[in-house]
């Protein structure tokens, strides 16, 4: 396994298709605990843990530079696709163009971004001044937009996920895509939440020019954690497209 990556189940290594997924902000690997049950013997997740054992490899102090890290990390010989929400999203998608501008790197099966905001309809202008705020008002700000869950101003674990929740809205408000970057060669699926006022499934449909191939877009029920949520219908809709080829 490579460093930075842990594998989401029971430590199979090979699979018809691998899905290399990019938690969201202030999200770890176990965003990803249960896909693997969910998703059969035949595709492999694997969760990029940025701040897990092995995470020295990925450098860089911007979303861009991270994607550039993680570039050469992720991609991989066998069958891939990289899968991301929120933050992740944008991380899959940066990290899609980097593996796409290297011909010695093998290119993903498809990229899907989830509840992710495109890069020229970024939330950096939302985030930026919400980083000048106090721990709690920063949460209470952030689950009004629906970014967080309500219930995380009174855990007793606040102080330990909101150093790392800081530190990734702030990759999003320092966030600078490049307007110049050429659509994807692969496939890009965008799926939103019909009830996420984050990212909006109208936003989501944008997500189009960022390919040259297929683009499917698909709206869930939900807010913008759908992938919890709605975890049975996402299950289903990603074992269907993996199979899909």
Known sequence: MKAAERTAGTGRTTAAL????FPPAGGSAAAFRRWQAALGPDITVRAIDRRGDGAARIHGTSLTG????LAPLVARRTPYALVGHSLGGLLA???ALRIC??????RPRFVLVAGARPPHRSS????????ELADDDLLDALAELGAVNPALRTT???GLFLPALRADLAL?????????????PVDLLAWHAEDDALATPALGREWR????????HTAFPGGHFFLQERFADVAAALRTRCAAG
Do not use: M
């Open 156 to 158: 007793p674990l606040k």
């Open 18 to 21: 691998e899905l290399v997924c």
């Open 172 to 184: 999003i408000a320092g966030y600078h895509p490049d307007p110049g970057a050429p659509p994807l």
């Open 209 to 216: 020019r960022y390919t040259a191939a297929r683009f499917e």
């Open 66 to 69: 991270i994607a550039a890290s």
């Open 124 to 131: 950096a202008a939302v985030f930026a001044p919400l980083l």
């Open 93 to 95: 998608y940066e990290t």
């Open 101 to 106: 501008g290297r011909p010695e790197l093998p």
